[in-house]
């Protein structure tokens, strides 16, 4: 239940009495003598109420209201007026006040009244946090693309961690998408809109690691000319992504273990050090743990960086994702040299899902933009090892069910005739493939 009240009254008195009954009744109460400063320093989305007075020195509590329904018209403002007010509290509450407590007032009457408009706050923020949960969903659903079960749960997984302030380790195979990963579970958290740092620690030679990764002041070593940001400095107040974490040399292992642990680094050669603020996201295809038995990898980091752990399930094992990714990623490639991609054969998408895919999605991208200029693809073989036919035939029927039902916006009666099948039928494939109607709905 929400208790937070800010009073706004320029009367020091009444600011006061009304702060020992808010207070003795288990409110969270903030008070200011203007409304200029309310303003100010009011948060978005504040979980209360607003009790103000009419007539005050600069702002009136009338000119508080109108700019407050500016700002958030859900935000329930409680005017206190004196005896000569009362007309313009009722305009007022015709313009969007909750309510107006006429002085002098009793704490029962107070307390009624703020308890009413607590209750319509808490149902206003619940409500505006189900329509942004709905929406960063729908805009999840068309970054992270994949209709199986596993990238459902890996969808739940990314919303639930972006916007919690730790880090995350994210493992998956070559290809398998783990820098798109990361970049979501910045993007949708609190830090969107500060730096993303991406960083391929393969990918550099280990006598340039500690200046790519800490920076250099001017003069550090030979060659070292003028200052230089290292990659964790310029991630400050953003998101340090660190692919192939397991190349990284143990010398920087141990430092980096120091930045994460007291927040601070030092620039090669310098001598001060610098507060960062920074989530780190690391990535790797093998157990950082058996990296460290194996004397690899420092154990303390890997708990570090392993706070929460996702892992990306390879394309082999989740088919049913393979014509949706192909479909969206041919399209793409179309749209960007001007030109309609044909649809794949119904042989062109058994091979596709016969496919066993070593490079992933990556693979899977590759073969879709040669497919829609018209290359075709000379290296796809129908491997799929270790996968049945009536796997293949399940991948294939729940791919034909998807299609149908999207080519249908989930009507299923258009449904049922272009597959021509029963409608008894068609449920329980349905439901054996954990499609639903309504995720095919137009709008």
Not at 100 to 121: V, Y
Not at 264 to 277: P, T
Request: aromatic letters at 4%; hydrophobic letters at 40%; charged letters at 25%.
């Amino acid at each position: 239940m929400l208790n937070s009240v800010i009073v706004v009254d320029d009367e020091a008195s009444i600011r006061t009495a009304v702060e020992q009954w808010l207070s003795l009744s288990g409110f969270s109460v903030q008070l200011f003598a203007r409304a200029e400063e309310c303003l100010a320093q009011l948060p978005d989305n504040f979980p209360g109420v607003i009790l103000s007075d009419v007539r005050m020195a600069g702002l009136s509590g009338m000119q508080l209201l109108e700019r407050l329904q500016q700002q958030d018209p859900g935000l329930p403002v409680i005017l206190l007026t004196g005896h000569g007010d009362v007309p313009m509290a009722v305009e007022a509450m015709r313009n969007g006040a909750y309510d107006f407590l006429e002085k002098p007032f009793t704490p029962q009457h107070l307390m009624s009244s703020l308890g009413r408009a607590l209750e319509k706050r808490q149902l206003v923020l619940e409500n505006r946090r189900l329509h942004e949960q709905a929406d960063l969903k729908a805009q999840l659903e068309g970054t992270l693309l994949g209709m199986s079960q596993g990238l459902q749960q890996l969808r739940r997984q990314v919303l639930d961690l972006a916007g919690l302030p730790v880090n995350v380790l994210i493992r998956g195979e070559t290809g398998s998408g783990k820098e798109r990963v990361a970049r979501c579970l910045h993007d949708f958290g609190p830090r969107a809109g500060k730096p993303f740092v991406a960083l391929n620690c393969a990918a550099i030679p280990e006598a340039l690691f500690e200046a790519e990764l800490f920076g250099h002041e001017s003069g550090a070593f030979t060659g070292a000319q003028g200052k230089r940001i290292g990659k964790l400095e310029y991630a400050n107040g953003g998101t340090l992504f660190l692919d192939e974490i397991e190349s990284m040399p143990l010398a920087q292992q141990a430092k980096l273990l120091r930045v994460i642990q007291e927040h601070k680094l030092e620039r090669l050669g310098a001598n001060q050090s610098i507060e960062v603020d920074l989530r780190i996201i690391a990535a790797t295809k093998p157990d950082l743990l058996e990296e460290a038995r194996a004397g690899r990898f420092r154990e303390d980091l890997a708990y570090r960086l392993n706070v929460a752990e996702l892992r990306l399930a390879p394309l082999r094992e989740r088919r049913e994702d393979i014509p949706l990714l192909f479909e969206y990623f041919a399209r793409a490639c179309g749209e960007r040299l001007g030109r309609s991609a044909p649809a794949p054969s119904g042989a062109q998408l058994a091979q596709l899902l016969a496919h066993d895919w070593p490079g992933n999605v990556r693979e899977l991208a590759n073969a879709a933009e040669r497919h829609a200029l018209g290359l075709g693809s000379p290296n796809l073989a129908p491997t799929a090892e270790g996968q049945s036919l009536s796997d293949q035939v399940e991948a294939f029927e729940a791919q034909c069910l998807r299609a149908a039902l999207r080519q249908h916006k989930g009507e299923i009666k258009g449904v049922m005739e272009a597959l021509q099948l029963p409608r008894r039928t068609l449920n329980e494939k349905m439901q054996r493939h954990g499609l639903v109607r309504e995720d095919f709905l137009e709008g």
